[in-house]
């Protein structure tokens, strides 16, 4: 399809933006206009895929121009936004409800669900790129401390899904999810990621089913202490042989199938985080330890844990490592950010080895001397699950959950996460729609397609 679209017609657009007013109505009303105008010039396009370098340039000057006002209406306007979804900080929607919210009462803030639904049918390097626009408001909401710190305290609620489940949980003491197992024996609740696929790989489901049985076992006042560990995978390499996690699913992310919302940042503020702050069951009322539930969590890891296994076990209270296995963030080769790993890996092992394991890939096997920064105990295989039996009955103590809640105030305070998190909202969306994550993640799938036909 020809392109109707000039770069003259494009730029006298860009250049014509109105003056914010610095009031919230009148300058909503222009974004919408403004973004409106913007959306006809992407429409008049070929679809991404179709795109000569001449028209993706043009494409990529009205989404700079539209994110351009968007940053200057979001400076002025975040908290007033904020306050108004949120009927003045007394609801507490969830990410996902809020940047919906968002798209239906201020058009041209943030994508709507049907442009972001849209996205679903393309592969990543096909999309527009419409996340990045969640990114910019996701971050500006954090950067505000009360707009921030109230959407933490909303993300640390329990799901509408664990509280649905917990009475059988309570009763039955076993929960089978799509992609986790949770079991309670005694007091210890038992975790298994089963994406026996994918080496336990997270991706969208897995990050929806690991909240759901972290608020489990935090609702469940039966259990005072939580395991993590990985089950039994299905890869020919590994067959038979439990793994804590492989990471983010990179075939996943080629097809367009980890969401920016409900994976990127719903991980982070979600689970991660409950499992660290601890779950909060009256976000309006009292003071933070009368309004969380806390308690201990192990990890187990048998084989290895790469990317976000790895992130993972840097909020736990007791990792417990396999003598075979070895740990590793390999950010560098996939080109993204691994998560909160750069704010809190440098606290357990220095600069020097955090970077030598961010920025070049170090991987820490479980012989290296640089492992007892990162775990607390290395044992054979045989030996793991007394060991997690025995880190259990230790941790399960009246005093732990009160202590591990100023271990985590002092090492991480709430607004050193949140201004965290404001950044990492934008740098990691940005990251998953860049030409070289995208060039390696194409490059990835082409080799997995091509091994596949070989032993076929």
């Given at each position: 399809m020809a392109s109707t679209v000039t770069r003259e017609a494009v730029a006298r657009w860009a250049s014509a933006t109105a003056s914010p007013t610095g009031r919230l109505a009148e300058d909503a009303a222009a974004l919408a206009r403004f973004v409106?105008?913007?959306?006809?010039?992407?429409?008049?396009?070929?679809?991404?895929?179709?795109?000569?370098?001449?028209?993706?340039?043009?494409a990529d000057d009205v989404h700079a121009a539209c994110r351009d006002v968007r940053r200057g209406f979001l400076a002025r306007h975040t908290e007033g936004v904020y306050d108004e979804l949120t009927a003045g900080r007394t609801r507490y929607p969830r990410l996902p409800e809020l940047v919906y919210a968002a798209a239906d009462r201020y058009p041209g803030l943030v994508p709507t669900r049907a442009q972001i639904d849209a996205e679903l049918l393309h592969?990543?390097?096909?999309?527009?790129?419409?996340?990045?626009?969640?990114?910019?408001?996701?971050?500006?909401?954090l950067r505000s401390a009360a707009a921030g710190r109230h959407l933490i305290d909303a993300m640390l609620l329990p799901t509408r899904r664990s509280r649905e489940l917990v009475d059988a949980f309570r009763g039955s003491g076993r929960?089978?999810?799509?992609?986790?197992?949770?079991?309670?024996?005694?007091?210890?609740?038992?975790?298994?990621?089963?994406?026996?696929?994918?080496?336990?790989?997270?991706?969208?489901?897995?990050?929806?089913?690991?909240?759901?049985?972290?608020?489990?076992?935090?609702?469940?006042?039966?259990?005072?202490?939580?395991?993590?560990?990985?089950?039994?995978?299905?890869?020919?390499?590994?067959?038979?042989?439990?793994?804590?996690?492989a990471g983010i699913n990179l075939h996943d992310l080629r097809n367009g199938n980890i969401s920016f919302v409900d994976f990127l940042m719903s991980r982070e503020l979600g689970y991660i985080h409950k499992m660290l702050r601890g779950l909060s069951t009256a976000p309006a009322d009292g003071s933070w330890p009368e309004r969380t539930v806390q308690k201990p969590w192990i990890g187990a890891v048998d084989t290895f844990a790469l990317g976000g296994g790895m992130q993972l076990l840097l909020v736990l209270d007791k990792v417990i490592v396999d003598s075979a296995a070895f740990l590793g963030l390999p950010a560098a080769d996939e080109g993204i950010v691994p998560g909160v790993a750069n704010l809190r890996l440098t606290r357990l092992t220095g600069g020097r080895l955090a970077r030598q394991v961010i920025l070049g890939g170090r991987r820490i096997h479980a012989t290296d001397p640089e492992v007892?920064?990162?775990?607390?105990?290395?044992?054979?295989?045989?030996?793991?699950?007394?060991?997690?039996?025995?880190?259990?009955?230790?941790?399960?103590?009246?005093?732990?959950?009160?202590?591990?809640?100023?271990?985590?105030?002092?090492?991480?305070?709430?607004?050193?996460?949140?201004?965290?998190?404001?950044?990492?909202?934008?740098?990691q969306v940005g990251r998953a729609y860049s030409h070289d994550v995208l060039a390696k993640v194409e490059r990835r799938w082409q080799q997995s397609r091509a091994r596949e036909r070989a032993t076929a």
């Open positions: 409106a105008q913007g959306e006809r010039f992407i429409g008049s396009l070929p679809v991404k895929a179709a795109r000569d370098d001449s028209a993706q340039r043009l592969i990543q390097a096909h999309k527009e790129g419409r996340e990045i626009d969640q990114g910019l408001f996701c971050g500006a909401v929960l089978e999810l799509p992609s986790v197992l949770v079991e309670r024996r005694g007091t210890v609740a038992y975790v298994t990621f089963r994406n026996a696929h994918s080496l336990n790989a997270e991706d969208n489901r897995l990050i929806a089913d690991l909240e759901t049985a972290v608020d489990i076992v935090l609702l469940d006042d039966q259990v005072h202490v939580g395991v993590l560990r990985g089950g039994h995978v299905d890869h020919p390499r590994y067959r038979g042989r439990r793994v804590f996690s007892r920064l990162l775990c607390d105990e290395v044992v054979t295989t045989e030996a793991m699950d007394e060991a997690i039996e025995r880190a259990a009955r230790e941790l399960d103590a009246p005093a732990v959950a009160a202590n591990r809640r100023f271990l985590s105030l002092a090492e991480e305070p709430l607004d050193l996460f949140r201004e965290y998190l404001a950044e990492f909202a934008v740098a």
